[in-house]
């Protein structure tokens, strides 16, 4: 399979340099092709790609910006398309801000993300200590490793579904107050029977957050599939995502972030995280806003489900509305059929 690597020219060729050696190297032996020319890409859809950036120091690239922009105008430019991202940078800043905005754009264009899809360079490349101690190599070789992994990951044959595929809904609301639960029990009718659903609340301090236990705790505990801190977390949450196909996060948007609650949970994660992987594991959200900001809530579950804890990213996976008042998102312009095509979107992804 060929794999499409997208890399905007670099604005100074030094800021590139290092970022066009790695994936040499890291890309060596495997059938690929390099993009440049943002103005001239090619028919993308249904492919592999590779989202290569050298941000320089500033974390500017006046060629990504064109991209961007192709990718906001066309919602389709990306149709059936899954990708993964590197971005290289000269600072210790802009890596992981950038691609988060890169997946979200790509994935409104139609495009799903890998688990853990994101390999960063920051300037010093100290982010990857711990992986080069572990690869028994240096900065520079755990880079390289990590590219060449992650190109891997994203070539390898999908995961096929199961006859019913399970569902987990975490939430930390009300259904009587909350447009974003209504906006949910609409869409878990339209699921019907074809998938098992499970939904646990999460509110009234029902989750402590974690507070940082050093690792080996965390990993010995984790182990032992426990938690140093117990509850709910450990005894229906932890149990409830190794059975899931799909975990759908009702996400209010409470100043422009996820919920204490909700960040709780993944945060929470870290235990189960340290024994599996959940690359074959999707996520999806419903983000309802009172006045703006869905989009800001949205990169941040990409950022800490999909590029952290390593969920899958479906096409499309978040369901973004502005609504006020109780019960007002139901009753907003074009409502049902954004429901139809959400519950759809979650069927085709755990192939129901």
Same mark, same amino acid.
């Given at each position: 399979?060929?794999?499409?690597?997208?890399? /905007?020219?670099?604005?100074?060729?030094?800021?590139?340099?290092?970022?066009?050696?790695?994936?040499? $190297?890291?890309?060596?032996?495997?059938?690929?092709?390099?993009?440049?020319?943002?103005?001239?890409?090619?028919?993308?859809?249904?492919?592999?790609?590779?989202?290569?950036?050298?941000?320089?120091?500033?974390?500017?690239?006046?060629?990504?910006?064109?991209?961007?922009?192709?990718?906001?105008?066309?919602?389709?430019?990306?149709?059936?398309?899954?990708?993964?991202?590197?971005?290289?940078?000269?600072?210790?800043?802009?890596?992981?801000?950038?691609?988060?905005?890169?997946?979200?754009?790509?994935?409104?264009?139609?495009?799903?993300?890998?688990?853990?899809?994101?390999?960063?360079?920051?300037?010093?490349?100290?982010?990857?200590?711990?992986?080069?101690?572990?690869?028994?190599?240096?900065?520079?070789?755990?880079?390289?490793?990590?590219?060449?992994?992650?190109?891997?990951?994203?070539?390898?044959?999908?995961?096929?579904?199961?006859?019913?595929?399970?569902?987990?809904?975490?939430?930390?609301?009300?259904?009587?107050?909350?447009?974003?639960?209504?906006?949910?029990?609409?869409?878990?009718?339209?699921?019907?029977?074809?998938?098992?659903?499970? $939904?646990?609340?999460?509110?009234?301090?029902?989750?402590?957050?974690?507070?940082?236990? /050093?690792?080996?705790?965390?990993?010995?505990?984790?182990?032992?599939?426990?938690?140093?801190?117990?509850?709910?977390?450990?005894?229906?949450?932890?149990?409830?995502?190794?059975?899931?196909?799909?975990?759908?996060?009702?996400?209010?948007?409470?100043?422009?972030?996820?919920?204490?609650?909700?960040?709780?949970?993944?945060?929470?994660?870290?235990?189960?995280?340290?024994?599996?992987?959940?690359?074959?594991?999707?996520?999806?959200?419903?983000?309802?806003?009172?006045?703006?900001?869905?989009?800001?809530?949205?990169?941040?579950?990409?950022?800490?489900?999909?590029?952290?804890?390593?969920?899958?990213?479906?096409?499309?996976?978040?369901?973004?509305?502005?609504?006020?008042?109780?019960?007002?998102?139901?009753?907003?312009?074009?409502?049902?059929?954004?429901?139809?095509?959400?519950?759809?979107?979650?069927?085709?992804?755990?192939?129901?």
């Amino acid at each position: 399979m060929e794999l499409l690597v997208i890399a /905007p020219p670099a604005d100074r060729a030094e800021d590139g340099a290092r970022l066009s050696a790695v994936l040499d $190297e890291a890309l060596r032996g495997m059938e690929y092709r390099v993009l440049t020319d943002m103005s001239a890409l090619p028919d993308l859809r249904g492919r592999r790609l590779l989202f290569a950036l050298a941000l320089g120091a500033y974390g500017v690239n006046t060629a990504y910006t064109r991209l961007l922009l192709r990718l906001r105008v066309d919602p389709t430019m990306l149709e059936g398309c899954t990708a993964a991202l590197v971005v290289d940078g000269s600072g210790e800043l802009y890596t992981k801000s950038t691609a988060a905005e890169l997946a979200f754009a790509a994935n409104l264009a139609g495009c799903a993300l890998i688990g853990r899809p994101l390999v960063e360079g920051t300037g010093s490349l100290t982010n990857f200590r711990v992986q080069a101690m572990l690869l028994g190599t240096d900065l520079d070789g755990a880079y390289r490793a990590n590219v060449r992994e992650l190109a891997e990951r994203l070539t390898a044959p999908p995961t096929q579904g199961k006859d019913k595929p399970e569902l987990l809904a975490l939430h930390a609301s009300s259904y009587h107050t909350s447009n974003t639960m209504q906006l949910w029990a609409q869409v878990k009718r339209r699921l019907g029977d074809g998938c098992a659903v499970t $939904e646990i609340g999460l509110r009234n301090g029902a989750v402590s957050d974690c507070a940082g236990c /050093p690792y080996t705790a965390c990993l010995h505990f984790g182990e032992k599939d426990r938690c140093f801190y117990g509850g709910l977390m450990q005894d229906e949450v932890w149990p409830a995502v190794r059975r899931c196909d799909a975990v759908v996060l009702l996400c209010p948007n409470y100043n422009d972030a996820l919920s204490a609650n909700l960040t709780a949970f993944i945060n929470r994660l870290t235990g189960l995280f340290r024994q599996t992987r959940f690359y074959d594991k999707a996520v999806f959200a419903i983000i309802v806003s009172g006045y703006s900001g869905g989009d800001t809530v949205a990169r941040q579950v990409i950022s800490a489900m999909n590029m952290n804890k390593s969920f899958f990213l479906p096409p499309r996976f978040a369901m973004i509305e502005t609504a006020n008042d109780p019960g007002e998102a139901l009753k907003l312009p074009g409502m049902e059929q954004r429901l139809d095509d959400f519950a759809r979107r979650i069927r085709e992804t755990v192939k129901m």
